[in-house]
């Protein structure tokens, strides 16, 4: 029987096991132009011990960014500032994919250079509030995104993918779920467009899949991994039957040989099921325990099949050494919610390890 503590092959990559350490914003980007920072580094090469590190949302170019003090890479100095990062979690035995997030409509004009304003499919608002510096402010209508700039953006993506494998990253992860730009041409409440990147299925998924193309033209599907959340309706998305236009998606993406896929699962499981089916390659699901953190219950998934690799978030935050954890069925930490975004080394660098 096959565990979560066995080792895997991804993208031509020996993991030592099958625990994936989720993508997680910090938003402790504090270095000049979003870089990252040395303590950064640090968080990162304490919890070296994933099977695959998936690090915080990367914004692929200025104007995808949506939160204060979140890491870039599209300049020549954020490349430099991941290398440090990459280099020592490789000293450390740890694989490390970057997670190219561009966050469309979910942002505000005070979070990005002068001039610029969130994009998006369709100019559709989100419902809420996003977090400032200057404090809580409503969500912009954003800008609709026309054929060139559609365009522009895909080739933002491939450009720094190629600058995460020059910043040592292991590969790259795209970012399709939770409601940001990937997600926002998937869902019908948010992607309006009659033209060839809205209407039907096909065309929701377009973007998705060009990006996907894109991307693995640049650096090769071995280093791409993409991220996908079906249903899922944070930031106010509404996909009220997303089976259709995911299973498209596989469908259209299977060919390309990525490294994986990754599902954020909702409650629905019988979907998960589904797509594990048509997904031909290495299958990483974050399980869906709303409203609980994911816990070692979530290995029996390796053991059954439902999943080659299960990734946790919270978990994972607050014990950098939780491969070692689950192995020996605990202590956790408890995760501090207050300092999860922002701050010092306080909820961030600063959690014990066993051996501590």
């Known amino acids: 029987m096959t565990t979560a503590f066995d080792p ?98 979910i942002g505000h004009p005070s979070l990005l250079p002068e001039g610029l304003v969130p994009v998006a499919p369709s100019a559709v608002a989100a419902k809420g509030q996003v977090f400032t510096h200057e404090g809580p402010k409503e969500y912009v209508t954003p800008k609709e995104l026309s054929e060139a700039e559609i365009r522009q953006t895909i080739a933002d993506f491939a450009t720094a993918a190629r600058n995460a494998t020059e910043a040592g990253f292991d590969g790259v992860e795209i970012h399709g779920a939770n409601g940001y730009l990937v997600h926002q041409f998937l869902a019908p409440n948010t992607n309006l467009r009659t033209d060839g990147w809205g209407g039907g299925v096909e065309g929701r998924i377009r973007f998705a899949v060009e990006v996907v193309t894109a991307v693995t033209e640049a650096i090769g599907g071995d280093r791409v991994g993409l991220r996908i959340s079906p249903g899922n309706p944070y930031n106010d998305i509404a996909e009220p039957q997303p089976g259709e236009a995911y299973e498209a998606l596989i469908e259209r993406i299977a060919g390309l040989d990525l490294a994986y896929l990754h599902l954020m699962e909702g409650p629905d499981r019988d979907l998960t099921t589904r797509l594990r089916k048509a ?31 299960v990734a946790y978030g919270a978990l994972f935050l607050a014990n950098p050494d939780l491969p070692a954890r689950l192995a020996a069925g605990g202590p956790f930490n408890t995760p501090d919610a207050a300092t999860f975004y922002g701050g010092d080394h306080r909820g961030y660098t600063d959690y014990p390890t066993l051996s501590a």
């Open 279 to 309: 997904w031909p390659g290495v299958f990483v699901l974050n399980p869906f325990t709303h409203p609980e953190v994911t816990g070692p219950e979530a290995l029996k998934l390796v053991e059954d099949g439902t999943a080659d690799m």
């Open 8 to 105: 895997i092959v991804l993208g031509g990559r020996r993991l030592a096991s099958r625990i994936a350490m989720a993508p997680m914003t910090r938003s402790r980007a504090h270095g000049p132009g979003a870089e990252p920072t040395a303590l950064m580094a640090e968080y990162y090469t304490q919890r070296a011990g994933a099977g695959l590190i998936v690090t915080e949302g990367i914004q692929p170019s200025p104007v995808g960014q949506g939160y204060p003090d979140t890491p870039g890479l599209h300049t020549a100095g954020q490349v430099a500032a991941w290398r440090s990062v990459t280099d020592a979690v490789h000293r450390e035995g740890g694989v490390i994919f970057a997670q190219l997030m561009h966050t469309g409509r």
